[in-house]
Every structure is written in structure tokens, then in C-alpha cells.
């Protein structure tokens, strides 16, 4: 994406393209979504492919996160006066769920500019404080008491990179805990679950109306 496209352009864009609705299977929070989802996903793909615009995974409340930011809001425990990450936060669904439940601290972690830009949005509109960061944190280790992430298992490469990185931080004591519809790459194996939701979806994204999606916690290493 152009660094010339600036911040408020980026929100300018937001606001023109999204609604502020519920989020279905967690009314309490409302984030600004695209109501057509195959028109704003075609037009970052195609019209708007010479800005280097990355496909609008903020303009969407996706199974595994709609499932975690549930979970998080139903058992508040999880992270309450915790330092807290929302990993690949995307419209900081989740990331808004631990602030709601009263976390001490959230940091919302995205690399696409938009979505750092959307979280930021969507924490003002639920009246709630996240500090979005738009950097690449697999690897690294800045003490979190808990890690949420939400849908990360949709690509092999990726998926194996950060679950190692969740591992790790786990096996130092972190709280890890991921929702996850069953994508490809999801490492039950790895994994306990926790939870299961039926979740409202976008058809034309997921193929379905309603998506099981369960939350699972990520033990550290043997």
C-alpha cells in the first residue's frame, strides 16, 4: 500500500464503504462492516489494485473471532487486569472484547494499515481504549498475560509460524487462546478445546450462514 495514502484517507474510506451494525454474535460490541461483502472485496482486489490496497479482512466479523470475542465477554476472567494481544486483529473484535471485559491493557496487532486504522475506529465507537499496532510480532515476547487469535489457520506457512511463536509464549506461563471455524491448518492436535458456538456468518465469505466455531486453548511446549 502507498504511504501516500494517509491515515485520514484510510478512514475517509472506512467510513465510506462500512456501516457501524452489531456484530451478530456479539451484539454488545458494533463494528463498521462492509454490508456488501463480495462488491467492497472486489473492489480492493480489482479497482483498487494500483493503490496496493490488501484485501478488507477489517470490514468483517469472521467465525473464529466472533466465537473468541464471546468466549472473552462470557468468561471475563480470562482477562481481566491482564496485559492482553490481539493477534492478526483485523477490525479489533476481539481486541474490543478484552477491553470490555476488563483487561488492563490491550494491544491490538495488525499489519495491514487499514485495519490498524478500522481498530481504531471501532474502539472509539464502543467507547473503549486498544492501542493498535501495525507491526509483524511473530517472534517476540513483550510479557503478555494473555494472547487472543482469532481465524489465523487459513494458510500452511503462516499457520505453522505463529502457532510455533503461541507455543512458546504459552510455555512461559502466557494464557493463549485462539477461535477457529476448522480452518485447514488448525493443529487440534496442539490444541484443547474450550468452546463451541454456532456463529452467524457472511455466506458469500464462508459459504454458510452459520459456522461451528470453537475456542481453543494452546498449551506450551512438551
Known amino acids: ?21 452489531p456484530v451478530p454474535h456479539a ?12 462488491e467492497l ?6 479497482e483498487l489494485a494500483t493503490i496496493g490496497l ?17 468466549y472473552v465477554l462470557d468468561h471475563p476472567e480470562t482477562v481481566r487486569g491482564r496485559r492482553v494481544l490481539d493477534f492478526a486483529s483485523g477490525s ?10 476488563g483487561a488492563a491493557h490491550v494491544a491490538a496487532a495488525d ?7 478500522a481498530i481504531g475506529l471501532n474502539a472509539e465507537a464502543n467507547g473503549v481504549s486498544v492501542v493498535p499496532r501495525r507491526e509483524d510480532l511473530i517472534g517476540r515476547d513483550e510479557g503478555w498475560d494473555t494472547v ?11 499457520a505453522g509460524q505463529v502457532i510455533d511463536w503461541l507455543t512458546a509464549l504459552a510455555g512461559r506461563g502466557a494464557q493463549v487462546l485462539i477461535g477457529d471455524p476448522g480452518r485447514s491448518y488448525l493443529p487440534k492436535d496442539r490444541l484443547i478445546e474450550v468452546a463451541t458456538y454456532q456463529v452467524p456468518v457472511t455466506r458469500a465469505l464462508e459459504d ?15
Open 41 to 46: 472485496w472486489q473492489k480492493t482486489e480489482e
Open 1 to 21: 500500500m502507498s504511504e501516500a495514502l494517509a491515515t485520514a484517507d484510510r478512514l475517509g474510506f472506512i467510513r465510506a464503504h462500512t456501516r457501524l451494525l
Open 208 to 222: 454458510a450462514e452459520i459456522k461451528k466455531s470453537s475456542v481453543w486453548r494452546l498449551g506450551g511446549a512438551p
Open 111 to 117: 499489519i495491514d494499515a487499514f485495519a490498524a486504522a
Open 27 to 38: 451484539p454488545e460490541i458494533s463494528l463498521h462492516v462492509a454490508e456488501e461483502a463480495t
Open 92 to 101: 479489533g473484535l476481539v481486541a474490543i472484547a478484552a477491553a470490555k471485559a
Open 148 to 158: 487472543l487469535a482469532g481465524d489465523i489457520c487459513y494458510e500452511r506457512e503462516l
Open 54 to 70: 490488501p484485501p478488507p479482512f477489517w470490514a468483517f466479523a469472521w467465525a473464529g473471532g466472533q466465537a473468541l470475542a464471546r
